[in-house]
């Protein structure tokens, strides 16, 4: 990858697993400028580590600022810092999310509130604060990773869809309002499901360990749209190749997506491994989980699996049509 000739400076907020820590890796690649943001300090360290191996030489490093999203003055503090480490900051871009599994009426209602802190208010909140530094700046540019699940709901995973619905609704309006501010732009990245420890790492109220339903794509393939979406502001990406059509399905043919739904989550999207009720990382980080990628590779897209996950959205695609 041929290096930026002037390296951006980018906060990445969820750098420490997942699609955080792979687009860390890739914009390293590209020589911006860094600053990792998550809960666990030890792993924003190794991954500060891993940015720097890639970098090009000569390039800044990575700067690591510990930052629990659901506390405001933390974020405010986190982008404080990035300015006086780097002189500004150009781009912001926000991954951070925790799952807890279960039926709406399982899930603790605190392991709720705190999962909803985490995903809608914690997203909020790095917003609220890159836009008041654009703004000031005179321009800049926050990137939200939402979800397939800010567009459609599933059952089991209640906090997670209603947070992706309410960052899917703040990013569309945060991109209303900063028409009126010059050089500041909002990208929305919507990913379906990817191989990521998020789901090992999630709380369980449902007696099962959680995993994506496939076909799932790997968090490279959401960085790398990522660092496109930086090159190239757009207002929202989807990512996978199945996620316009469950979407669609969703909207247009909700009797057949309600009734398909929930066999198809109980089977794809939660594994045969029994677990005890737990709030999983909801409350705190588990340094020991956190990775680029999760357990969840290409032996989860085998022909069986890819076929039973597959069939549904060409049976919606073809109603669709039909109807069209």
Known sequence: MTPSPDPRV???VGASSGIGRATAHRLARRGDALVLASRSRAVLEIVARECEAL???GRPGAHVVPTDVADRAAVEALLCSAVDRFGRVDA??????????GRFTEVPGDVFDQAMKVNLLGTANVARAALELFGAAGGG??????SLLGRITTPWMSSYVAGKWGVHGLARTLQQ??????GVHVSL???GSVDTPVYSQAGSYAGRVGRPPPPVVRPEAVARTIAHVLDRPRR????GRFTPVMAAAFRLLPSLFDALVTPLMSVLGLSRRNVEANSGNVWAP????EAVHGRWGRQWLRAPLVVAATVPAAVALRELLRRS
Do not use: F, K, Q
């Open 10 to 12: 980018v906060v990445l």
């Open 236 to 239: 929202m990406v989807s990512v």
């Open 177 to 182: 309002e900063v028409r009126r501010m010059p």
């Open 92 to 101: 912001v871009m926000v991954s951070a999310a925790v799952v807890a599994y």
């Open 286 to 289: 588990t340094p020991a989980g």
């Open 189 to 191: 990245v919507a990913p």
């Open 55 to 57: 970098a090009p030489p």
């Open 141 to 146: 540019h926050l990137v939200v990773v939402g």
